[in-house]
Structures are given as structure tokens and as C-alpha cells.
């Protein structure tokens, strides 16, 4: 089921908008630097699950024209407030663009879709990059798809499936990383971030 239509993790995120966005006031993701570094200054970037603006706001900086997406209206809200840009509120199974983006930054947002939609999820992300363009997503690493302590739906995925599923969508996997990285409590936990090209 996407994240969309998983009403708990939804609502998870309309009921903690605010202390999410208090977060980022801490900096932008770390993988930010090396995406924008791959692409032309006014390349246009598709960002999705923007949360509250903080990378978005980077990226503007760098020049970049940015198209914000997130799946729930209180982030929505609150990252149109930060970059005073339109942020459409849609899941990721609304991807309709073709060929329309040099870059396309999921950071801490595909890791909600079921391992059986990912697959479906990419291809879109394939159709909506331009030849050449870039990817990045970040995924908390594991074994089994499941739900956390608050009730979020998470995929869980390993390095392997992630290669393999993202080939099958037809990108080219270009560098994968695992990291310790934190979760909403602060906790430490395995990542793995991966950039591919179309």
C-alpha cells in the first residue's frame, strides 16, 4: 500500500510537521552537497517527500529551479511557508512528468513505499528524469518491511535488493553508501543512500 494511502504514517507526519521542520533547522541532508555537485547550475530538480523546505532551500540557493512534492498537507504547509514556493501535495504513485527533470532527491521519503510498489515507483522516476539525469534516495537499512515504534511504515530494504530492484526500473546504479545515520528519537541505525542515473 503507498504511503499515500497509509493513513498511520500520514498522519504521524500532519500531527509532527512542526518539530520536524524545528529539526532542519539544523542543516540539510548530507548527501545534498554531492547531488547538486552533479548537476548544471538552473538544471531543474524534482524533490520528493520535501518535508519542510530545508534542502529545497539549498538547492534554490544553488541556483537549481525546484519542484516540491510531500504527501502530507501539514509538511506541505509548513515547507511552502520556508521557501515560498507551491509544494503539490501527491504520493509518489502520481509521478506523471516525462522526461522533465535533470535531478530528482528523495531523501528519507521512498523508504515509506512497499517493496512490492517500489519497483513501479522507479519506473516512474525513470519516465520523469531526462536522459543523463540524476537520482538520489536514502533508505533505513534492514531485512523485512515493517513498522517502527510510532506506527510509520518502512520498507526496510538491504544493499542487494536495492540494486537489483532499482536495475529492473532500468537506472544505473552509480555509488551506494551505508552510514550510521538518526531517526526521529536521535537513535543511531544503519542507512544506505544510493545515486543512480538515467
Known amino acids: 500500500m503507498p504511503v499515500e494511502r497509509d493513513r498511520q ?4 507526519y500532519d ?3 512542526p518539530e520536524y521542520v524545528a529539526g532542519g533547522l539544523q542543516g540539510p541532508s548530507r548527501h545534498l552537497i554531492g547531488f547538486v555537485a552533479r548537476l548544471a547550475e538552473g538544471a531543474r530538480v524534482l524533490e520528493l517527500g520535501c518535508g ?10 544553488a541556483g537549481l529551479q525546484v519542484t516540491l512534492v510531500d504527501a502530507s498537507p501539514a509538511m506541505a504547509k509548513q515547507a511552502e511557508a520556508r521557501t515560498g514556493l507551491p509544494v ?17 532527491f528523495a531523501n528519507a521519503s521512498l523508504l515509506h ?8 515507483i522507479l519506473t516512474r522516476i525513470h519516465t520523469a528524469l531526462r536522459p543523463g539525469g540524476w537520482h538520489f534516495a536514502s533508505y533505513k537499512a534492514g531485512l523485512a518491511e515493517g513498522r517502527d515504534e510510532f506506527g510509520r511504515f518502512f520498507n ?34 544503519p542507512w544506505i543512500g544510493i545515486t543512480v542515473q538515467r
Open 88 to 104: 503539490r501535495v501527491m504520493g509518489f504513485d502520481e509521478i506523471d512528468a516525462r522526461s522533465a527533470y535533470d535531478g530528482i
Open 9 to 12: 504514517t500520514l498522519r504521524f
Open 156 to 189: 526496510y530494504p538491504d544493499v542487494d535488493w536495492l540494486r537489483a530492484t532499482y536495475g529492473a526500473a532500468g537506472l544505473r546504479v552509480d555509488t551506494v553508501q551505508e552510514y550510521p545515520g538518526g531517526s526521529y528519537r536521535g537513535v543511531l541505525q
Open 113 to 120: 513505499v512497499p517493496r512490492e510498489a517500489l519497483s513501479g
Open 15 to 17: 500531527q509532527n510537521a
Open 52 to 61: 519542510g523546505g530545508r534542502d529545497a532551500i539549498e538547492m534554490i540557493a
